[in-house]
């Protein structure tokens, strides 16, 4: 697939002090998601949500994520980039601070909704910045700032139990909405404004995106590969704190701590973007599909045995092969047309959000009718079917050559 140039992308570089505010504006945009997940009991009790929903705390959020995805992302095509990051940034700002005065269900559930919908803020970045540096480079960019995505999510829990056990639940939000404004400033003095050049209307924007997916085999084979992955990571995720309450005993900052051994797989991301530059995508994405798999399997044998620091060392190899494949697949698809890049992007995603939300179902249904020998056989099995497709693709393209 080869990337067709925007004149705009011939700009100067962006700066390394850029790079930095978007790397960090999606780590944190991007926690707003997860910070509820470790409150859920005490938020639910203090807001009036009874016990039998207490769910909804957190999934109302990712359902706004999703509606997002589908809605808010492809207007990068359509509208100029910083104002509608900035717009985000804002509306998030409000319903965190919402949030946090929240007292009831109906306005908790209202603020959680508009986070999750205005945090697609980070995948409105992440193409923008694709359009600032030359291909040659994209890998590497591109990883360094899904670097900072991965910190995010992996930080946002630690983070969230332990300022919650000292100033209460509502303090992280309060924490949150001053970062949102952080940023926001650090993005108005520093981002360059991009205008897209498509000239489509909002409705055909949407309308074009199933034509985009069935025209771009790439887009799809890398949208079914990273919904495999993150189905495997948000399966350890959702099924490691139970593991590590059950059989190591770990209460919830030892849990935190494990989280925050975990986020070292983002280091992993920065070198995923020099591989993909170098034209060693595809065996990057080989490697890290056997790892995750393999990973999978030897977690099972040192749950058995009791070992938790070999338990944190594979967290940190699942998660530096999920972070290897998405930084790879996205060098990929950002390698579209500059005009569509917001679609495709939001096709990407959604399609990897589904699959995360799989994986969240599967850990709690694997743990708990299995334990965490049947998770782990089924993280492996999905780096086993994630590996079958690479191959599939392999010599599709191969036989196509011939």
């Known amino acids: 697939m080869k990337a067709q140039r925007n004149p705009k992308e011939d700009s100067p570089e962006p700066s390394s002090a850029l790079i930095v505010a978007i790397s960090f504006a999606t780590g944190a945009l991007v926690a707003n998601l997860y910070y509820a997940q470790p409150m859920v009991a005490t938020i639910a009790r203090d807001v009036g949500i009874g016990s039998d929903i207490a769910g909804a705390v957190t999934s109302v959020t990712q359902i706004g ?6 809605l ?10 910083r104002r509608l990051v900035l717009f985000t940034l804002v509306v998030t700002t409000l319903a965190l601070v919402a949030t946090a005065l929240s007292n009831a269900a109906l306005p908790f559930f209202a ?7 205005c945090s697609t803020g980070v995948q409105v970045l992440l193409p923008f910045v694709a359009h600032l540096v030359p291909e040659a480079r994209r890998g ?8 900072g995505l991965l910190t995010g999510i992996m930080l946002a829990r630690p983070a969230a139990l332990f300022v919650s056990a000292s100033f209460g639940w509502r303090a992280i939000f309060w924490l949150s909405a001053a970062l949102m404004v952080l940023i926001g400033i650090a993005l108005v003095a520093l981002m360059p404004r991009h205008r897209p050049t498509g000239g489509l209307h909002y409705g055909q924007v949407l309308g074009s995106m199933a034509g985009l997916a069935r025209s771009m085999p790439a887009v799809r084979w890398r949208a079914a590969y990273q919904a495999l992955m993150f189905m495997a990571f948000n399966l350890f995720w959702t099924a490691s704190p139970m593991l590590l309450a059950d059989r190591f005993h770990l209460g919830e900052h030892g849990i935190g701590l494990f989280a925050l051994a975990g986020a070292g797989g983002a280091l992993a991301a920065p070198l995923a973007g020099r591989l993909a530059d170098g034209g060693h995508g595809m065996r990057a994405t080989l490697i ?3 790892t995750l798999g393999l990973g999978f399997l030897l977690s099972g044998w040192a749950a058995s045995m009791l070992w938790l620091g070999v338990m944190a060392i594979l967290a940190i190899v699942i998660d530096a092969a999920v972070q290897i494949n998405q930084v790879v697949s996205q060098r990929i698809i950002f390698s579209t047309p500059s005009e569509t890049r917001g679609r495709v992007n939001a096709i990407y995603m959604t399609v990897t959000f589904a699959g995360g939300a799989l994986g969240s179902v599967l850990g709690s249904l694997t743990y708990h009718h299995g334990g965490w020998t049947t998770t782990a056989l089924a993280g492996g099995a999905i780096g086993l ?3 079958m497709l690479a191959v599939i693709q392999l010599r599709g393209e191969r ?4």
């Open 65 to 70: 994520y999703g509606i997002g995805l589908m």
């Open 72 to 81: 808010l992302v492809p207007l990068a095509d359509l509208v100029e980039n």
């Open 111 to 117: 603020a959680a909704l508009a986070i999750g919908i």
């Open 140 to 147: 590497r960019t591109v990883g360094n700032v899904m670097a």
């Open 288 to 290: 890290a599909m056997a």
């Open 385 to 387: 079917v994630a590996l």
């Open 399 to 402: 036989s196509r050559r011939a």
